[in-house]
């Protein structure tokens, strides 16, 4: 019995891609500007990579997480906003909490601590508004060494000309607003260390400061608008130059849809986002250069037919590789979707969008894109002649 092989495409397709040209590029006009106004009033969901916060992961000492229950109590703490989801397996859990500003609520959650770790009647206040300074009061008085250890307990380290000479029973930490709320990140870590502490371990934190996150930022828009710029060039030098302008209008309009996506579905963008949004531009531009193959060669090798009729037979003739190509990875895709859990799930949900946007720009935005820039398959008949007649 002979095996006949399988087919996603019947042979000789003739779909009219090129005759949907026209709502084609007034649908995808239409969502760029909506993503475009989604991200400038709604804006991305910024993860702590760039907008700067603390992260936490725990894990349950006996049995699973129990999102509902440690979002109560750690919402409870006062450290503002907070979100938590699985991370890995269900014992595990990712506590991600907002970018502490150092106000009185981080003093307040300082005093919690320190009569938690230290004993009652600890008092923690702010000191003058002009500075970031903050004011221990112990409820006895205490050598230099002992204040040492005390303030230790909330995160701060005394330096030697701060510390109390003789005993007293107050002391005073110098620091400026900036310091005081680099500092409000450690008391948040702690206040959550000391409320779940009885159920869950503490496995890591990470934080991430205002000023690392603007230079993530500015290193990731850099990084972007680097690749799209080698991608460009490379496509308008092996390419003419309605090819390179096609291939770039594509892609900015695969990576702008992206960003709509990221906000419709409020969806972390950390640098793991932006890792997807930059292999979507290599994946859409990979697409794009195998039906530009096609385009170049028919129009050598077909002298007489028209552009449209050209654009769509050379679509038609590259549609079963390009379906088995993308399906491929759709599938792999969906794969992580389904079963990488939140670490990843960003990346896959981009990925999986750019897999679809990247195929139907490759018809309908690049290609259509060559009708309107009024590419003639004659310049390169005349340079098929001039060749030939350079040979004889």
């Not at 092989?5 to 007034?26: C, E, N, Y």
């Not at 919402?75 to 990712?94: H, I, K, R």
């Not at 979707?337 to 990925?351: K, T």
Request: hydrophobic share 50%; proline share 4%; net charge neutral.
């Amino acid at each position: 019995m002979l095996w006949k092989p399988l087919h996603l495409v019947p042979a000789g397709t003739k779909f009219d891609f090129l005759g949907k040209r026209r709502f084609a590029l007034i649908a995808s006009t239409a969502v760029n500007i909506i993503s475009l106004l989604a991200v400038f009033f709604i804006g991305l969901n910024f993860g702590i990579d760039f907008k700067g916060g603390i992260a936490i992961q725990v894990r349950a000492k006996e049995g699973p997480a129990h999102l509902d229950n440690l979002r109560s109590v750690v919402g409870g703490l006062g450290v503002g906003e907070v979100s938590l989801q699985e991370f890995g397996d269900p014992t595990t859990a990712l506590i991600r909490i907002q970018r502490q500003d150092g106000g009185p609520q981080c003093v307040a959650g300082a005093q919690r601590i320190m009569q938690s770790r230290a004993g009652e009647g600890w008092q923690v206040k702010p000191g003058a508004p002009e500075t970031g300074d903050v004011e221990f009061t112990a409820p006895r008085p205490l050598d230099g060494a002992n204040w040492r250890d005390a303030v230790s307990r909330v995160g701060l380290t005394i330096l030697d000309r701060q510390l109390p000479r003789g005993n007293t029973p107050t002391a005073k930490v110098e620091m400026t607003h900036e310091q005081r709320a680099e500092w409000c990140q450690q008391v948040a870590i702690k206040l959550v260390e000391d409320a779940i502490e009885a159920k869950y371990d503490l496995r890591g934190t990470e934080s991430v400061g205002p000023k690392i996150g603007d230079e993530l930022m500015h290193g990731g828009i850099l990084a972007a608008l680097a690749t799209m710029a080698a991608i460009v060039i490379y496509v308008w030098i092996r390419y003419e130059w309605q090819f390179g302008v096609g291939a770039l209008i594509a892609m900015l309009h695969d990576l702008i849809s992206t960003l709509g996506i990221f906000v419709l579905f409020q969806l972390d963008f950390s640098l793991t986002a932006l890792a997807a949004v930059l292999t979507i531009a290599g994946y859409s531009i990979n697409d794009k250069v195998v039906i530009f193959d096609r385009v170049r060669e028919n129009m050598r090798r077909y002298k007489k037919m028209g552009l449209i009729e050209l654009l769509n037979f050379s679509i038609n003739e590259a549609l079963a590789r390009t379906l088995m190509t993308s399906v491929t990875v759709f599938v792999a895709v969906l794969s992580l979707v389904l079963f990488a859990g939140p670490v990843l799930y960003s990346f896959s949900v981009a990925m999986l969008w750019g897999i679809v946007v990247g195929t139907y720009s490759s018809i309908w935005i690049a290609c259509a894109g060559l009708v309107y820039m009024n590419l003639r398959p004659e310049q390169f008949r005349h340079e098929d002649e001039k060749a030939e007649k350079a040979k004889a």
